[in-house]
């Protein structure tokens, strides 16, 4: 079985902690034993494992997510980038020619799709293994899950069944309903929908084929070149509702969306996490901490307090889900990314008055991990090395440093890093229009 | 008229605003007309000088504080510092030999001792007006302020009057009563009692002789060699309550001590300050952001955020009052500092295993400020300059720096820097040992 983990989203509801290339996927807060956590898509990950459901997990995602899903997972998984933005079809579109072209795998082997979020439990992996046996055994071309309601949701698709198979397991469809309002929710269960939880399952050739539909193309490379061209449409409207064969499994178990702060501090079973002092008098709070400096909390009743370098938020919990329109009111560079060699915050960012610039950020590299040997055209760098030993390669010259050293890096200098040990510096740039794509990447390995 | 304005605490109430260096008395969050803002020293110092009392101010302090009231008040105050923080006394008796030795006042000047921090109205210095006549005219050797009660306060020390004098002015007085507790400060106040408000007239050499009678100085440097020789002990004990000549002048307006975010907050006429994004469903919250990170605020009722790099604070009003032992559970160091030059905050500061530190600020010294003349023993800098020009001065040789360059200054290495215009560096310094006290200051000015 081949597992596509569709990992997207940019997260504004778990803001600060999540921002455009932190989605909320990515967030270590999830009990993973003792004082251990683990992100979302960490838990996903293991929980396939536990469920020996697979080896090869592929993750499609876009391009802004590939260094933190390969910090987050290593080399466990096989990441399937998209050159561009689009939507779940062509995602799942790429990622299956990948299979098919890259991996070789047959046009016969059961392939499933699902999201790399829902906060679930061992049931639901099961429900997975009995959806890959019904496409094994013909039931249907197109094997989706439906998950039981438990509330009248205005937020997820419903899936209408008809009659149950002689199996025992699936449900025909009889038709889909897009987030229906309140009332028609309600309706739709008395008659025992189910929700989409975007899970499918079906034969490698069944969608290749769909793809080939689409656009003439007969590898990962061409797929990837002309992806521009495939629909920026959902996998839902471009196959599902237009399946002439396609099957309901159910799940019943524990399903949750941790996409709001509130729904998300339900399973943190913590009171606060890193540099906090809670008073006696709070109730119903969580307070979250990623930030060097400490917060004192005292008398917040019901309250998310979480910060970090991206900003600070104090929310009630009762209005955590409305704050996506005042993050969009924030404006701020991303402050913290976790990047294929480590990760990085910003600690400050001047601009003065005649447009010159500077951002000085504090760098981590992982030992072994190195940045690409590089140059910028419009800024100098300034390291300062805090903390572990590496190797600088400047204009082709390889030298070690380490803490203590400094090294200033000139406009159109060749530059490259490599950590021996857990490395830290402190990186100053100076210049005009200090922006991320000032980069030539010369070699990324080296 | 000479007064002295004692400028003292170290208001943990009020954190993270306010810390060793930087008192309540500092914070620069009163209305002041328009957008601007003064802090309540400043208030003070401009009250006075509406009301045309003096021109003579001297402000007696700790060394600590010396560089932020040279910076708020500039040369319009005269600072006289303590070598060692002892109490009101000996820092009352030290200024006043200062007036006397190097202001060369005549035994017969009125001076006028005041805290620095109420918050008031003009009556409050037309009642100095009044205290300074009663001297002047001889009515005692020590007059008094009494502020006549609002609430059965525990806070503050009573002062019970007997008869008015036939000035319709002054009151005997017939004793005092420490920090009472509730129903004993209700019967005070029945008692027509005031609170003893810290605001006291005299003639200068009435204050001389008790100094001289205590120690054998004559000089204001034998006084400040011999500071540690006086005793430990407030005014109030070691003069006021010993007086055998002494009166009280009655104020009843406006009076308050901001001391505590509850009642400062109710004097900021504002709902945020600084990069903060209020959300639609906030009541009776100030949000106060010191931070270059944006705070997002929404659902708060009744509460206080603060931040600033020393910290982040998020209390329910209500509890505001009790944060102080809280305060001392959080371990850190001062992260933002106003010095004499200017200021700083600190950005990063990184511990390694093997006990090599990091410390990374944002300096900026304003125009024509200078840092001293110094070395370090114990570590390196790199001065990154992101905004303005300046001189820099090392090992004897003078040159300009401007922003876009970088300075390294080893350990042991003579330098100076001095701004021209406004002047911003990144300085990350290196070493073991990062403690402020690794500075030889060869010439502070230079």
Redesign the interface.
């Known amino acids: 079985m081949q597992i596509i983990l569709l990992s997207g989203g940019s997260g504004k509801r778990l803001?600060?902690l999540s921002n455009n290339t932190r989605s909320k996927q990515f967030l270590k807060l999830l009990p993973a034993g003792g004082d251990a956590t683990e992100s979302m898509v960490q838990r996903v990950v293991r929980q396939i494992r536990d469920a020996q459901l697979t080896d090869s997990i592929i993750v499609a995602t876009g391009a802004n997510q590939k260094d933190i899903i390969s910090n987050q997972l290593g080399g466990s998984v096989e990441v399937v980038s998209e050159p561009s933005r689009r939507d779940t079809f062509p995602a799942i579109a790429l990622a299956s020619m990948y299979i098919a072209d890259k991996k070789q795998c047959s046009s016969s082997e059961v392939v499933v799709v699902m999201p790399c979020d829902p906060f679930t439990e061992v049931g639901y992996f099961q429900t997975i293994e009995k959806m890959a046996s019904e496409v094994e055994h013909g039931k249907a071309d197109l094997i989706l899950m439906g998950i039981k309601p438990t509330y009248p949701s205005t937020k997820y698709g419903y899936v209408v069944p008809s009659q149950q198979h002689n199996d025992g397991i699936a449900f025909s469809v009889e038709r889909f309903t897009e987030k229906p309002d309140e009332k028609r929710a309600a309706e739709l269960i008395s008659q025992n929908a189910f929700w989409n939880g975007g899970v499918f399952a079906f034969r490698l050739g069944y969608m290749t084929d769909i793809v080939k539909q689409q656009l003439d193309v007969n590898s990962i490379i061409e797929c990837y070149d002309r992806y521009a061209e495939l629909p920026k449409i959902s996998f839902d409207y471009e196959v599902v509702e237009k399946a002439s064969s396609i099957v309901v499994v159910p799940f019943s178990g524990l399903w949750k969306d941790l996409g709001t702060w509130d729904s998300l501090s339900g399973e943190i079973k913590k009171e606060s996490i890193g540099n906090v002092?809670m008073?006696d008098?709070n109730s119903g709070t969580l307070?979250i901490?990623e930030?060097?400096?400490?917060?004192?909390?005292?008398?917040?009743?019901d309250?998310i307090?979480a910060?970090d370098?991206?900003?600070?938020?104090?929310?009630?919990k009762?209005?955590?889900e409305?704050?996506k329109s005042?993050?969009e009111?924030?404006?701020?560079r991303p402050?913290y990314e976790e990047r294929r060699w480590g990760d990085y915050k910003v600690?400050?960012?001047?601009l003065?008055d005649n447009g010159?610039?500077?951002l000085?950020k504090?760098l981590h590299l992982k030992p072994g991990c190195k940045i690409s040997y590089q140059l910028h055209h419009c800024r100098?760098e300034?390291w300062?090395?805090?903390?572990?030993e590496g190797i600088i390669k400047l204009d082709g010259e390889e030298t070690s440093v380490k803490?203590?050293q400094?090294v200033?890096i000139k406009k159109e200098q060749l530059h490259g890093l490599k950590a021996i040990t857990d490395l830290?510096l402190?990186e100053?740039q100076?210049?005009t229009n200090l922006v991320e794509e000032d980069i030539v990447r010369v070699e990324l390995d080296w």
Not at 309 to 316: N, R
Not at 384 to 388: A, K, N, P, Q, R
């Open positions: 803001w600060p002092v008073g008098n307070v901490n930030l060097n400096i400490p917060i004192l909390c005292e008398g917040a009743k309250m307090i910060a370098p991206d900003g600070i938020l104090v929310c009630s009762e209005h955590s409305g704050i005042l993050v009111q924030v404006k701020s402050m600690l400050d960012h001047t003065a010159y610039e500077s000085t504090q100098e300034v300062s090395f805090i903390e572990g803490a203590g400094v200033r830290r402190i100053v100076l210049g």
